[in-house]
């Protein structure tokens, strides 16, 4: 099977029918998105390596309900929130360790520039953090994971129209918090993109 | 991202990078993880079959097995009664999780089921059954769990909004409550079906200790 023209799609199928070199592949290709997108939202790297695993052992054991109709990154990112969430509860149970926060240095900026950037960094991770669930899931998915409305709202189990007041009130939120009265003062409508 | 750069938030978003270097051996680990739970359902499907098949030597290899289990959880009393709890009834699990006790649901459904054979007595044929009939539920059980969280969730984010003090839909808060409350009703009348179905396979002596051990706040009544 070439992996280049193999879309998700067929690769789940493959799966179905047992070829575990098809998950092989999935997970060479999506790894690291996944792995992004539960970073930001966990902020810990090596729970965040515990639950990409997890994510693919998941996939593997819920692949006879996989619809080949279905976009895959949806699916996946649907498992990975489930996750993702249900994590984030048994933490808030059990408080411990702080969030991990280690922002990449900008290439090409000057030392004061990246500083600055590392705390506005901090500032940010900090702002995301304390977003609920689905404000977070909301903005992670838009901005970094480009998923439509329509998907995200499959992700989240939730109407297209509760994606689009969900990102609304999470850039309000974050806005406040980092003290952008510029965002704040926009005028739009919950569909502003 | 690029092409809303004008908008500050989108600035700050678009300084967050994140990069780790792969993990080379995620396959592999993925793929043992998967390998171990295979075997673990193949052991519970091997089950079903001997039992049909009447193979003396495999039953017997079991009874074993079921009696070493059985001796590492029968000392575990309440704590395996109260996980039992939490597998059967999802608003009990999670007002558990809420009281921060909720328990690991590791190992296969048999090790987790092996206490009962001891406490009820069962045989092994009742076991087998009863082994059966969780395995039938446990999608659903979890399913209505995962909808009770998910309502939870948007519970939650009502909270946040008001203490940011931000304007609250009042209706859409409203409505959030009413399918949490039709939601928990569901759970209750799976649980209390399931219950039912479990003590149509118990003896009545069997019946009595079963039912006083899933009788609990929210345990369904039986």
């Known amino acids: 099977m070439p992996e280049c023209i193999s879309s998700d799609q067929a690769l789940m199928s493959s799966l179905k029918r047992g070829d575990t070199q098809a998950l092989k592949i999935l997970i060479e290709r999506w790894e690291s998105r996944l792995l ?47 996750l993702c969430r249900n994590h984030q509860r048994w933490l808030k149970r059990h408080a411990e360790a702080p969030l991990e926060t280690a922002p990449e240095p900008v290439e090409g900026r000057t030392p004061g520039d990246q500083i600055d950037d590392m705390e506005d960094v901090e500032e940010l991770t900090r702002a995301v953090a304390d977003l609920a669930h689905a404000y977070r899931v909301t903005l992670l998915l838009y901005y970094y994971e ?13 109407t297209v129209r509760g994606v689009e007041s969900r990102l609304y009130r999470a850039r309000r939120l974050l806005a406040k918090r980092l003290g952008l009265n510029s965002v704040l003062n926009l005028k739009v409508s919950p569909g502003w993109t | 991202m690029a092409e809303k750069e ?8 678009s300084k967050w990078k994140v990069s780790f270097e792969r993990d080379p051996l995620l396959s592999t680990h993925v793929l043992n993880r998967i390998s ?40 575990r009393g309440s704590y395996v009664e109260s996980s039992y709890l939490q597998m059967i009834d999802p608003v009990f699990r999670i007002h558990a999780e809420s009281r921060n006790e909720l328990q690991g649901t590791g190992g296969s459904l048999i090790q987790r089921l092996a206490w009962m054979q001891d406490k009820l007595e ?5 076991f087998m059954d009863l082994v059966e009939l969780h395995t039938s539920y446990a999608h659903r059980f979890d399913e209505l769990y995962e909808e009770l969280v998910r309502l939870e969730d948007r519970y939650e984010e009502f909270e946040e909004l008001r203490k940011q ?41 069997q019946r009595i200790s079963y ?12």
């Open chain 1, 36 to 82: 992004q997108f539960i970073y930001r939202y966990i902020q810990n790297e090596s729970t965040s390596r515990d639950l990409v695993q997890e994510t693919f052992v998941k996939i593997y054991q819920n692949r006879m309900r996989f619809d080949e109709k279905r976009s895959y990154s949806t699916w996946m990112f649907g498992i990975a929130v489930n």
């Open chain 1, 146 to 158: 480009e998923q439509s409305y329509g998907e995200i709202a499959e992700v989240l189990g939730c």
């Open chain 2, 6 to 13: 004008s908008d500050p938030l989108e600035k700050h978003l």
């Open chain 2, 36 to 75: 171990s739970d295979k075997h673990s359902g193949l052991f519970a499907n091997r089950l079903s079959v001997f039992r049909w098949a009447g193979g003396i030597a495999a039953m017997a290899a079991l009874i074993v097995g079921a009696l070493i289990i059985n001796q590492q959880f029968k000392d």
């Open chain 2, 122 to 126: 069962l045989s092994q044929d009742q």
């Open chain 2, 165 to 205: 003090n931000e304007m609250i839909d009042f209706i859409a808060l409203y409505e959030v409550l009413t399918e949490r409350k039709e939601m928990e009703q569901n759970s209750g009348a799976l649980s209390s079906e399931f219950v039912a179905k479990v003590a149509s396979h118990l003896r009545p002596d």
């Open chain 2, 211 to 222: 039912l006083s051990l899933v009788k609990s706040p929210s345990a369904p009544d039986a």
